[in-house]
């Protein structure tokens, strides 16, 4: 239950798949990340023709990662509809036509939509190799992305049992008490799956007991990497803006102050600055916009964390 003063809002089921459908197409970035972009549903056919339609399919333009969204409902039967839908659209994604298929609608939305062309420029993808990049990254295997309602023993044990990479992230509904058309969706902080079958087999490869979803600036200022009340910088240009540098002050409980505001993350702090410069973007990678006085951003401190961890 979630309260806001004398207001409750009480834990709801989807009304059906299409209402998570349109939370996940309206809120892609709070699962897939800031530097995602989401395509929308497509027929592909596997190798002997068989038609199938994924919900969608997100690229993260930062990872070099693709996904082939399935947003479902835990009352589906895991083993006879969800187990048999992904693996056709699988096969179906492995097809060189269907790949051409993504291809083009990823090309189609950096022609059509100045957000999408944004997240291009600021990783210095120049125009005249958009194409190039999205056929460099849907080469590689998809992975599976999920969104769900909840998570049962039978859904775990399919993800960890594919050969393909599977996440799954819990998306919930909460409607007020006894104002039902009044509707809050919760989403995963800082968009970590509940599931990672990617991270769990690096997990047990390496014997590491922490991924980068788990590290906090607590966890930096603990080892030194950080000292309390320290200065983070960034810099950012809205779209037809001036630049302007923002400077947060690191807590003793490693949230960040800025504007006279205070952030459990770096994220939240660096969508607050990006949006009081004037962006409408909803979502940032605080780690990799935040830097310290040295020039280092806190991702990669946190890469040097893990390592280190990784060592011991």
Known sequence: ML?????????????NEAELEQVVIDNYEHIFGPSSIYLPKKKIKTGDGAGTIPDGFAIDLASNKWYLVEAELLHHSVWNHIAPQVSKQVNASLQPFSKKIIQDLAVESYSDDETTREKFQELGIKEINVRKVIQEILEKEPVIGVPIDNISSDLKQWARTLKYSVKLWVISKFIEFKEPQNIIYEFPEEFKPEIDTEKEN????QNQEVTRFDITLSDLLDVGMLEPFANLVMNYKPRNGRKKQYTAIIQEDGSLELLGQKFSSPSYAALAGIQDAGSDRQTVNGWTSWKTTNGETIAELRNRFLKEADAQ
Request: glycine content about 0%.
């Open 202 to 205: 690096n997990i047990d490869e």
């Open 3 to 15: 309260i806001l003063n004398d207001r409750k809002f009480i834990k709801s089921p989807f009304d």
